[in-house]
């Protein structure tokens, strides 16, 4: 992340994405996010999902704890802590579209049945890499 893109940084576009792809949230109809996942209902809660769940979880309390006043006068410990934000909303991307069975194998899933996150969740996990 170069000293321009600390500025163009939006933590709040970032944290709502992050909201967006873990809380229960409605279109019109249709009930989209991991806790709406039918795998993520207690009380056989599906360990991929709640792996990943609360990965994404403590990227966001990451987030929350940056001070962005010393992010943008240019804090190098502020900047690396973003970089480690944006890094690891990248690998929840791959994580959630991967269908090789590996992150099956990483939470105690079963490789030969990797979890579906549906379209919607993939979805959402692709915006994340949009900064």
Request: aromatic share 6%; charged share 30%; hydrophobic share 40%.
């Amino acid at each position: 992340m170069s000293s321009a893109d600390v500025f163009d940084f939006n933590a709040d576009k970032v944290d709502g994405q992050m909201v967006d792809l873990l809380e229960l949230v409605t279109s019109g109809t249709l009930i989209i996010s991991f806790e709406a996942h039918p795998l993520m209902q207690p009380p056989d809660t599906h360990p991929t999902l709640f792996f990943l769940f609360d990965f994404i979880r403590n990227t966001r309390k990451e987030l929350k704890s940056i001070d962005l006043d010393k992010l943008r006068a240019g804090d190098a410990e502020s900047k690396k802590k973003i970089t480690d934000v944006l890094g690891r909303n990248t690998f929840t991307n791959d994580l959630i579209n991967d269908t090789s069975g590996k992150l099956a194998l990483l939470t105690g899933g079963d490789p030969g049945r990797p979890v579906d996150f549906g379209q919607d969740i993939r979805d959402k996990a692709r915006v994340l890499m949009e900064q």
